[in-house]
């Protein structure tokens, strides 16, 4: 006699197999597909070979149905194994490629375009990374490269500097993300990992700086240049307005207007924006745009550009930081005392850093010409006495409060 529970047993274990294949179904389904970046990818293998390809969305649930897809495609005979491309090495794709992309897309921003050339120059530099195809680079090669790079030394022997290896670094990201949008490849590339310990400006100069450093750039020293009041000029704008250095020796007469100073274009959109000048702001522009009213730059030279470049005041601020430090040194009584060289950035960062404090984020951001607020919190370095002070005014307001209250509840005793 056979047992009841016989076919109810054989019912479960068929449940319980049935259980099993959708529960591989979709662990098989979530390793089939696979993220890299906002896009999803799909792998899979058939007849011993290997296929991965992009889907180019970024919804996982339609990625997924692709595969499918073309899994379904494969059984059937419908395609057959897609013929690999031909994938061009990191040289190749750098000079057909990306730096063609690089000069048509930033025409009009030399900088940016140097800034790519050197990257690539610097990463074809080392052969054994240029002459690897695109898919074959590992996490290992550019680790190597950037041993090799570290190994070498710059034009006055100090070692590279971290900041410009992520810049190298950066370069390739750009190259691999490019690489993989335009279909260069078939597989994902790994990520690129900047270095840690980068060294950012957080220089800003205090009150006392600031006065020794106009002092020396209006003093007899600076006769001896072909324009003595420039530097003083351009400093002042950098300061009161947070303007880039880039920025200020762009300055047209038709970016002044309705006592401001309109920036039309710079790194990003963002750039675009309009700051209102101080007083003797607008009395430097005003005397420049009355000596030069037929020139089209507020700081004209005799460059290709036409206008002044960061070559223009490099001899003439490094004079007016050792007067400065003169005069400290003779103020002090003390030999080894001197003015911190410093960069004329720096005084945009002193400017954002003084700004702070007194406008909300957004406003602050907008008159940097930021277009994300990480950026500008790298630009703001609170200072020991800014601290203090909103530590004073938070212990003020906390034992205000609380001395509002013991009042209150003295009255409420009484």
């Keep these: ?107 009009t921003k030399a900088k940016t375009q140097k800034y790519y050339e050197y990257g690539v120059k610097s990463l074809c530099g080392y052969e054994r990374l240029a002459n690897e195809r695109l898919d074959a680079i590992t996490t290992e090669r550019i680790s190597e490269y950037v041993n090799y790079r570290q190994k070498m030394k710059t034009q006055h022997g100090h070692d590279i500097p971290i900041a410009s290896l992520n810049r190298e670094l950066q370069a390739l990201r750009r190259m691999f993300t490019l690489a993989q949008e335009w279909g260069k490849v078939e597989r994902a590339l790994p990520k690129v990992r900047m270095l840690p310990g980068e060294k950012h400006r957080e220089r800003v100069l205090t ?34 307005c947070g303007l880039r250095p880039e920025e200020c020796f762009r300055l047209r007469p038709q970016n002044v207007t309705d006592g401001k ?12 924006r309009r700051i209102p000048m101080t007083p003797r702001v607008k009395a430097v522009v005003e005397k420049r745009l009355k000596d030069s009213a037929r020139n089209v730059w507020v700081f004209p030279s005799q460059t290709r550009s036409g206008h002044i470049e960061p070559s223009s005041l490099k001899k003439q601020h490094a004079r007016a930081i050792r007067e400065a430090s003169q005069m400290l040194r003779d103020e002090s009584g003390r030999r080894d005392a001197k003015l911190e060289p410093f960069e ?66 003295h009255k409420n005793v009484s």
């Design 207 to 240: 009150p006392h700086e600031e006065l020794l450093y106009f002092k020396a750039a209006a003093s007899s020293a600076m006769t001896q240049y072909a324009d003595p009041p420039l530097l003083g000029d351009v400093a002042t704008i950098l300061l009161d």
């Design 1 to 107: 006699m056979q047992s009841k529970s016989g076919p109810l047993r054989q019912n479960q274990l068929d449940k319980g197999e049935f259980a099993g294949e959708s529960s591989l179904r979709r662990k098989d389904e979530r390793m089939a597909v696979y993220k890299r970046g906002n896009v999803w990818w799909y792998k899979l293998n058939f007849n011993g070979e290997s296929i991965r390809e992009s889907t180019k969305q970024s919804n996982r649930r339609v990625a997924v149905q692709m595969e499918a897809a073309h899994k379904t495609a494969l059984a059937k005979g419908e395609v057959g194994i897609r013929e690999h491309k031909t994938v061009p090495t990191l040289k190749v794709f750098a000079e057909h490629d990306f730096l063609p992309h690089v000069r048509s897309r930033f025409a």
């Design 261 to 272: 100073l309109e920036v039309h274009f710079g790194k990003s959109e963002n750039a675009r």
């Design 344 to 409: 004329l950035y720096t005084l945009r960062h002193t400017c954002l850093t003084r700004w702070a404090p007194h406008m909300d984020p957004w406003t602050l951001a907008y008159l940097a010409g930021h277009r994300d607020m990480n950026i500008t919190k790298r630009y703001i370095h609170p200072q020991e006495h800014t601290i203090r002070d909103a530590m004073k005014r938070a212990e003020s307001g906390h034992n205000f409060g609380h001395g509002r209250k013991a009042s209150s509840r």
